[in-house]
């Protein structure tokens, strides 16, 4: 024999749980669609990252970004070689062809090895170099390849 009270609690329990179980199944459906459709976490990499209205959010490194907002760091400034390699901060690189230095009678000879310590942006004298035997100058991009 059951209690009227118990069967209405039992009711209600079984009720809470079918609640539960769509709910479950909502978000794991959610998720699947989420997942293929935003990008990495520009943070650790994760693709487990899900959006919450404007914001993403990492679950693994918890970072959040505003993927409308584009970080000022992922706007690199790129220049490309005489052989039309993209060049980076840090890479060492030869000239290519003999250069006069403005404003002095200083020629560097091709094959004069230089660092790139920061590309900047213009048509020309992109890479601001450490050049072998003549210091810091500007350098542009076509006449160098990568070391
Ligand atoms: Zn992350």
Known sequence: MIFPQFSDKIEKLIE?????????ATLTHRKE????????CPNCSSEYVYQDQEMLICPECAHEWNPNE???E?????????????????DKVTLVKDLKVK????????????LIRRIVEGKDHQLDCKV????????????VKKA
């Open 33 to 40: 669609v989420v997942f293929m459709s935003l990008p990495p």
């Open 132 to 143: 072998d035997g003549a210091g810091e100058m500007m350098v542009t991009a076509a006449f």
């Open 70 to 72: 584009v970080p000022e």
């Open 103 to 114: 404003g002095s009678s200083q020629v560097l000879k091709i094959g004069t090895k230089a």
């Open 74 to 90: 992922d706007d690199v400034i790129t220049a490309k070689d005489a052989n039309g390699t993209l060049l980076a901060d840090g």
């Open 16 to 24: 809470f749980s079918a609640l539960g179980a769509t709910m479950l």
